[in-house]
């Protein structure tokens, strides 16, 4: 057992040092950096890449404030970047916003997820304070699912972060002020047409919608 402690202590201790070089590189200005961090990240986020407990530690990061080492607004200030700038009408430039604007996406969808699953998240957001899900996080996903036509695979992601944090009474309070649920609808419908996982969650959400409000 003791053993196990220190190997299981090592691991924290690996995955933290992980987390505090993706924090410096998401810093720094350069698109294709922060591209690799988030690639990084998506990856400890990922049980299956590394371990349940580590991917969980890296999951409660992303999110959480409480944590040691909090990651979700540099993460948020990537995201809107790639969402508003033009990048000099470079083409690579376009290419490398989309990529990073996915990883984001991906990021937040790994870690609310996993601990959506180990039935840790409800909790987590209430103590952490609901606000910063409900008006920055919330609004930047249904921006995202409006462009569901020509980024499904975003709108997805998007719409797997919504569901989960329909565990926060103030999120469907929010989705129903902010034409929330016209935006889920309107993704479903692209997703029948073009995207089999997107009709599936979006199809979920607004089951658990219905069954909330």
């Keep these: 057992k003791c053993l196990q402690a220190v190997l299981q202590e090592t691991d924290d201790s690996v995955v933290l040092s992980a987390l505090e070089k993706v924090v410096d590189m998401l810093n720094l200005s350069q698109r294709d950096t922060q591209i690799l961090a988030l690639e990084n990240l ?11 407990k580590g991917a969980t530690l890296a999951a409660k990061s992303v999110v959480l404030r409480s944590e ?6 540099e993460i948020v200030v990537v995201f809107t970047q790639c969402t508003e700038q033009e990048d000099e009408e470079s083409e690579r430039g376009e290419k490398l916003h989309d990529k990073a604007r996915h990883l984001c996406l991906r990021a937040f969808s790994n870690s609310l997820t996993l601990l959506a699953q180990a039935g840790s ?3 987590s957001v209430a103590n952490d304070g609901e606000a910063w899900f409900v008006d920055r996080l919330l609004p930047q996903l249904l921006d995202e699912m409006k462009d569901a036509a020509t980024a499904p695979n975003n709108a997805y992601l998007a719409a797997c972060c919504v569901t989960c944090l329909l565990c926060a009474r103030t999120a469907v309070d929010t989705m129903d002020r902010m034409e929330g649920i016209k935006t889920m609808r309107d993704a479903h419908h692209v997703g029948c047409q073009i995207h089999e996982l997107l009709e599936k969650e979006t199809g979920r959400c607004l089951d658990k919608l219905e069954s909330l409000l």
């Design 42 to 52: 998506c990856s400890l986020t990922d049980p299956i890449k590394t371990t349940p």
């Design 68 to 73: 040691k080492i909090c990651l979700r607004d």
């Design 121 to 123: 998240l409800k909790e």
